[in-house]
C-alpha cells in the first residue's frame, strides 16, 4: 500500500468477503424525512387539483358564457365550439392548457355543426336564422323583435359573428379548412356572391392572417392525421415489432458479449488509426500547399462556387496542415500515456463483462426503474392538467343597448331589479341566457390568475424533478451493490442467490435518505438552467441586449457542466454507499478521493468506456435501422401499409433507447468494479491478513498476487 493511499477499512476488510458490508445504519435521515414531506405534499397538491381541475375544458371548448360544449346543460347537443373572429387566437400552449380555449380574444359559441361555406354575418336574412351565430342563445328574429338593435349593430358590438368559414372540427373547435385558406395577401370572399368578407370592425378579412393564425392548430392537425395512420400500421406489423424488440435485446447481449473479445484490439485500433489519419491529413495538406503554391494546380474557370473558394486557396491547406500536425502531436502523446494503462482498462471491462453474466438479471434491471420513470411522469402530466385546469372562472357584464347609456335595469332571476354596468363582476346563475328581454349578458370572460395555484404547479415540477432523480439514483446504487458482490466474493464464490433484489433492500432500507441526498443537489442545478433557459426566451424578441443573452448562454453551460459533474460524483458516491454504507457526503469524498489519486487511470477507464459503450449505442441502433428497413420494405410489397418507414422509426427509436439501457447498466458494471479494484489495491497487500479479492486475472494483469502463510513467513 503506497503512502498515500490512505486510511486502512478499519476492520471492514475481512467483512467484505462476504460482499458488501451488512452491518450498516440509516444515514441522511433528514433528507428523508425532506423527502417524505415532498411527497406528503405532492399528494395532497393531488387532491386539491382532483377536486378544482377540470381537464374536459380541454377536450369540451368553454363558450363565452362559460358552458362547456356538449356537456354543460342547455347545450348538450351542441358539441362544436365556434370563434367569431378566429384570426384573434394564439396558439399559445400555455393558453391552450390553462383555458382550453386556444387563448382567443374573441366571443365564441357552441353550435351543432360547424359552418360549411365562406360567408357574411349580413348573408343571413331573417327567415334564415340558422345560418346567424349569435351570443345567449338568442336569434336574429328575437333581437329584431325588439325594434331597438339593427342587424350591423349585432354585428358590429359582438353580439352576432361578423363572418363564418368554411370548418372541420378539430378537438371539438371549429377549424377553417386549411385549402380553403391562401396563405398570401388576397381577400376571402362568400363563394355564392364572391362578397369580400369583413371582420367586426369592417375591415377586409385577408387570407394570411387566418392562415397564421391556425398555422400550429394545421400542423397538429397533420401530425394527428400521420399518428393515427402509423397506429394503423402497427396494427397491422405488431408482431413484426415485437421480433424487432426481440432482436435489439439479442444484439445487445451478443455486442456486450464480444467486448470483452474485441476490446483490445479496438482501442489500439482506434488509438493508432486516429493517429494514422491525422499523419495522412498533414501529408494531403502540405503537399496540396505546395502544388498551389508552384502553380502546379491551376483554378478551372467553372470553380465558381462557395467551396472552391476555399479549395484553390494555399492558407486552406495551410490551415489544415498545422492543425492536423498539431492534433497528431497531441494524439502521439496520448498514444505514449496510455499505452501503458489500456491493459488495466481492457482488464476491467473484461471484469465488468463477466459480472453482467454472472448476475443475468441484470441485464434486465434497467427495466424497472424505466418503468417507474414512466409510471411518475404519467402521475405527473395526470396531476399536470388538473391543476392547470383548477383556475376559478371569471363573468362579467356585456351590455348590447344601442346606444352608450352606462347602465341598465336588469331582473335577475331570483326576481330582484338592479341596475348593471357593463363589464362588472357576475354570476352566470342570476342571469337567464334565454331571456331576450333584457339587454345584458353574463358571459365568460377567463380565469382568475391565482398564484398559489402557481406556486403549487411549481412545487408539483420540483417534486417531479426530485423523485425522477432519485429514481436514477436508485438504480444505480442497486447495481452498484450487485456487482460489489460479484468482486468482493468471487474469490469465497460465496455470491448471493439473489444479488440485485438484496441490493435493493439494502438501498431502499438504509439509504433512500442518501440518495435523496444526491437527487436533491442534480434537482437544485437542473433548476437553476431552466430558470435560465426561462430568461434567456423572455428575452427573445429583445434585440437590443445580446450581451445579457451572451451571459445568460453562457451560465447555461456552465451549470450543464457543473451538471455532468455533480453527476459522475453521484454515481462513484453511490458505489461507496453500496459497498460500506457511507452517507452521501462521507461516500462522495471517499470516492472523489480515491478517483483524485488515480486520476490518470480514472481517465482512462472513462475515455474507454464512453467510447466502446457509444460505439455499441450506434452499432446496434444502425443494424436495427437497416434490417428492419428491408424487412418493413418488402412487407411493404404485400401488405396495405401507410407508411411503411413508421415502423421503422418506431424501431429504430426503441433501438437506441433500449441499447442506452443496457450500455448504461455495463457502464455501472465498469465503473463498479474499477472503484472496487482501487480500494483493493489501496487497502490490500496479498498479504493472509489482507489479501486481495480482484480474480486471478486481474492479478496477473496488475502482477499482484496473494501469498500464503508459507510464503509471508519466509
Known amino acids: 500500500m503506497t503512502a498515500d493511499a490512505g486510511e486502512p477499512l478499519k476492520g471492514k476488510a475481512s467483512e467484505l468477503q462476504k460482499g458488501p458490508i451488512k452491518n450498516r445504519s440509516c444515514t441522511d435521515i433528514i433528507c428523508l424525512i425532506l423527502f417524505i414531506a415532498t411527497w406528503i405534499t405532492m399528494f395532497a397538491i393531488a387532491i386539491v387539483g382532483f377536486v378544482r381541475g377540470e381537464p374536459r375544458r380541454l377536450l369540451h371548448g368553454v ?121 398570401n395577401g388576397s381577400v376571402l370572399r362568400e363563394k355564392s356572391t364572391n362578397t369580400t368578407l369583413t371582420d367586426a370592425g369592417n375591415k377586409n378579412l385577408v387570407g394570411s392572417g387566418v392562415y397564421s393564425s391556425i398555422r400550429t392548430i394545421a400542423r397538429w392537425l397533420n401530425l394527428r392525421s400521420i399518428g393515427v395512420k402509423v397506429w394503423e400500421d402497427f396494427q397491422k406489423t405488431w408482431y413484426y415489432t415485437l421480433g424487432g424488440l426481440f432482436a435489439i435485446v439479442v444484439v445487445s447481449l451478443l455486442y456486450i458479449l464480444l467486448i470483452s473479445v474485441v476490446v483490445g484490439p479496438l482501442i489500439y485500433f482506434s488509438m493508432f488509426g486516429t493517429l494514422a489519419l491525422l499523419i495522412w491529413g498533414c501529408y494531403i495538406s502540405y503537399t496540396e500547399y505546395h502544388k498551389l503554391k508552384d502553380g502546379d494546380i491551376v483554378r478551372p474557370a467553372s470553380a465558381n462556387s462557395f467551396l472552391d473558394e476555399y479549395r484553390y486557396q494555399t492558407d486552406t491547406f495551410l490551415a489544415g496542415g498545422i492543425i492536423c500536425t498539431v492534433l497528431a502531436v497531441f494524439q502521439f502523446f496520448v498514444c505514449i500515456f496510455l499505452i501503458g494503462r489500456v491493459k488495466f482498462a481492457v482488464g476491467i471491462i473484461k471484469e465488468s463483462t463477466k459480472a453482467m453474466f454472472a448476475i443475468k438479471t441484470a441485464f434486465f434491471f434497467p427495466i424497472i426503474p424505466a418503468l417507474l420513470q414512466t409510471a411518475l411522469f404519467t402521475y405527473f402530466v395526470a396531476v399536470g392538467l388538473y391543476l392547470v385546469t383548477s383556475y376559478k372562472e371569471m363573468y362579467t357584464t356585456e351590455l348590447f343597448t344601442s346606444n352608450a347609456t352606462s347602465s341598465v335595469g336588469v331582473r335577475l332571476t331570483n326576481g330582484t331589479m338592479v341596475n348593471v354596468t357593463g363589464g362588472t363582476s357576475c354570476k352566470p346563475s342570476d342571469f337567464s341566457i334565454g331571456q331576450v328581454s333584457e339587454l345584458i349578458n353574463c358571459g365568460f370572460a377567463g380565469y382568475d390568475e391565482d398564484k398559489v395555484l402557481l406556486g403549487l404547479q411549481i412545487f408539483h415540477l420540483i417534486g417531479w424533478l426530485w423523485t425522477a432523480n432519485w429514481l436514477s439514483a436508485l438504480g444505480q446504487c442497486t447495481l452498484a451493490g450487485a456487482f460489489a458482490s460479484f468482486y468482493w466474493t468471487q474469490n469465497t464464490k460465496s455470491l448471493p442467490k439473489l444479488p440485485l433484489i438484496s441490493a435493493l433492500g439494502r438501498t431502499l432500507f438504509y439509504h433512500t435518505g442518501s440518495l435523496a441526498f444526491g437527487a436533491a443537489i442534480i434537482t437544485i442545478i437542473q433548476i437553476i438552467r431552466a430558470c435560465l433557459t426561462f430568461m434567456e426566451r423572455q428575452l427573445k424578441d429583445h434585440k437590443d441586449k445580446p450581451a445579457i443573452k451572451f451571459i445568460l448562454r453562457c451560465l447555461q453551460c456552465l451549470f450543464l457542466c457543473i451538471e455532468k459533474i455533480f453527476k459522475f460524483i453521484n454515481k462513484n458516491a453511490y458505489i461507496e454507499i453500496a459497498v460500506y454504507g457511507y452517507n452521501f457526503c462521507k461516500g462522495a469524498k471517499s470516492a472523489f478521493s480515491l478517483l483524485l489519486r488515480n486520476a490518470a487511470r480514472t481517465a482512462t477507464i472513462n475515455g474507454i468506456t464512453g467510447f466502446i459503450l457509444f460505439l455499441g449505442r450506434v452499432i446496434i441502433t444502425l443494424i436495427i435501422a437497416v434490417s428492419s428497413y428491408y424487412v418493413f420494405e418488402h412487407i411493404e410489397k404485400t401488405s396495405d401499409l401507410h407508411y411503411y418507414l413508421g415502423p421503422v422509426i418506431v424501431l429504430t427509436f426503441a433501438a437506441y433507447l433500449l441499447a442506452g439501457l443496457f450500455m448504461d447498466t455495463y457502464d455501472m458494471g465498469v465503473d463498479t468494479i474499477f472503484l472496487c479494484a482501487l480500494e483493493d489495491l489501496e487497502h490490500h497487500d496479498g498479504s493472509p491478513e489482507k489479501p486481495y479479492y480482484m480474480s486471478e486475472d486481474l492479478q496477473k494483469l496488475l502482477k499482484v498476487n496473494n501469498k500464503d502463510k508459507s510464503d509471508s513467513s519466509s
Open 63 to 183: 363558450d363565452s358564457n362559460g358552458r362547456r360544449c356538449g356537456y354543460s346543460p342547455g347545450v348538450v347537443d351542441r358539441p362544436n365550439l365556434l370563434f367569431f373572429d378566429i384570426s384573434r387566437c394564439s396558439t399559445s400552449i400555455a393558453n391552450i392548457l390553462r383555458t382550453g380555449n386556444l387563448g382567443c380574444d374573441t366571443p365564441q359559441v357552441c353550435v351543432k355543426q360547424c359552418p360549411s361555406a365562406n360567408a357574411l354575418g349580413t348573408s343571413g336574412p331573417a327567415n334564415q336564422d340558422d345560418k346567424l351565430y349569435c351570443r345567449g342563445d338568442r336569434t336574429l328574429a328575437q333581437y329584431k323583435a325588439l325594434g331597438t338593435l339593427q342587424l350591423l349593430r349585432l354585428l358590429a358590438n359582438g353580439t352576432c359573428a361578423p363572418y363564418y368559414l368554411n370548418s372541420e372540427v378539430i378537438l371539438g373547435r371549429c377549424i377553417p379548412t386549411l385549402l380553403d385558406l391562401p396563405n
